[in-house]
T-cell receptor, first 117, second 113 residues
Framework: GAGVSQSPRYKVTKRGQDVALRCDPI?????LYWYRQALGQGPEFLTY????????KSGLPNDRFSAERPEGSISTLTIQRTEQRDSAMYRC???????????????FGEGSRLTVL | TQLLEQSPQFLSIQEGENLTVYCNSS?????LQWYRQEPGEGPVLLVT?????EVKKLKRLTFQFGDARKDSSLHITAAQPGDTGLYLC?????????????FGAGTQVVVTP
């Protein structure tokens, strides 16, 4: 498709289970970002990749969160041993350019709504 | 952590009225972007400002970046129902990749016919 695609759109899981959220960026986009958005708040940075290399993971809340982008395209955000506080909208965004001083445009996906019971 | 504070949190106006949304921080940003988000969708970029004092116009929307690059405003003239949405400002720190953005909590704008 033409836009950033995320799956699943909705995920309900029980506390303690692992979840994997997938992001398929716009074709050819170099950079891929993961953000988390709580209800009534703006997105919060989690991590980002240039091609397959994870450049910054300083926003990941703890070591239960990990992300990969093995072939420089599709990315997976994995949350192990989920907790209720992990419930949120997880948004992926991609951009044509890599990091650095140039200011470009982030294209956001529709998000994956995670609910941990 | 650089905090971006947006005000007001909520704004409800009649079609044809003007409105201004503010985004303030105590920190300097290398760039500042404004996004609009509609229910069930991701944020969509409206504008990027990078120079202190810069003013950009996008049809009925006027964006301004403060001289010190710590604050910004969005002004909408003669608002229309299609302007309804969550307006988010997002700043890029000088030491970070531009895409690592600090977002404000947003201003919900409702324009009624």
């Amino acid at each position: 498709g033409a836009g950033v695609s995320q799956s699943p759109r909705y995920k309900v899981t029980k506390r303690g289970q692992d979840v994997a959220l997938r992001c398929d960026p716009i074709s050819g986009h170099v950079s891929l970002y993961w953000y988390r958005q709580a209800l009534g708040q703006g997105p919060e940075f989690l991590t980002y990749f240039n091609y397959e290399a994870q450049q910054d993971k300083s926003g990941l809340p703890n070591d239960r969160f990990s992300a990969e982008r093995p072939e420089g395209s599709i990315s997976t955000l994995t949350i192990q041993r989920t907790e209720q506080r992990d419930s949120a909208m997880y948004r992926c965004a991609s951009s044509r350019t890599s990091g650095g001083a140039f200011t470009g445009e982030l294209f956001f996906g529709e998000g994956s709504r995670l609910t941990v019971l | 952590t650089q905090l971006l504070e947006q005000s007001p949190q909520f704004l409800s106006i009649q079609e044809g009225e003007n409105l201004t949304v503010y985004c303030n921080s105590s920190s300097v940003f290398s760039s500042l972007q404004w996004y609009r988000q509609e229910p069930g969708e991701g944020p969509v970029l409206l504008v990027t400002v990078v120079t202190g004092g810069e003013v950009k116009k996008l049809k009925r929307l006027t964006f301004q970046f403060g001289d010190a690059r710590k604050d910004s405003s969005l002004h909408i003239t003669a608002a229309q129902p299609g302007d309804t949405g969550l307006y988010l400002c997002a700043g890029g720190a000088e030491t970070d990749s531009w895409g690592k953005l600090q977002f404000g909590a947003g201003t919900q704008v409702v324009v009624t016919p």
